[in-house]
């Protein structure tokens, strides 16, 4: 049970989070509840489509980006968004359910992705402290430096969902998904 109200629909959100809403609801399909609690506050939700829609724009693909996703969920110990990224990494990105496995665990069985989710897990667990001998593996992966970049932008627009689903408590409203350490 979520620790503070989820708005039941777009009309008893706040007025200001409305438009953002609708256009959650006709990309989708439906609005999920972590939009929908993050709605409460207009401005966190704006902020966090717009670095969202941004990021979805950028040089790393669906399924790095999902990998990453999954990743920083694990570390986090989020569960709405380990349920989350594991039904879009599966049946959006189409990743295996041994990819997404090895995605938990912070690498990759595509030896590029394996780089970019190993060192957004290091980003992770290390709080941003990365040497320049994991900045020389990702370029030497082929990652630029505006991918590297948008890496470090994934960490944390995926670290701000997670913190806000468990500081929250958001009701999961995508198959459930335990945790490695549970």
Known sequence: MSRIPTPTNIEAAPEASRGSLEAV???????????????????????????NNALGKGSLD?????RIALAI?????????LAAHSYLGANLAKLSAAEIAANRRGTSGNAKAAIAVGFAAKIANNR???????LEAVRAAGYSDAEIVEIVGHVAVNTLTNYINEVLGTD?????VNTLAS
């Not at 990309?27 to 409460?40: H, K, Q, V």
Request: glycine content about 12%.
């Open 73 to 81: 969920a694990e570390i986090n110990g989020c569960h709405y968004c």
């Open 25 to 51: 609801n006709k990309l989708l399909g439906s609005i999920p509840n972590m939009f929908r609690i993050i709605a409460n506050s207009p401005q966190t939700l704006e902020g966090f489509l717009g670095l």
């Open 128 to 134: 941003g402290k990365v040497t320049d001998g994991d």
């Open 62 to 66: 669906a399924q790095t980006r999902e």
């Open 172 to 176: 999961i409203d995508f198959p459930v």
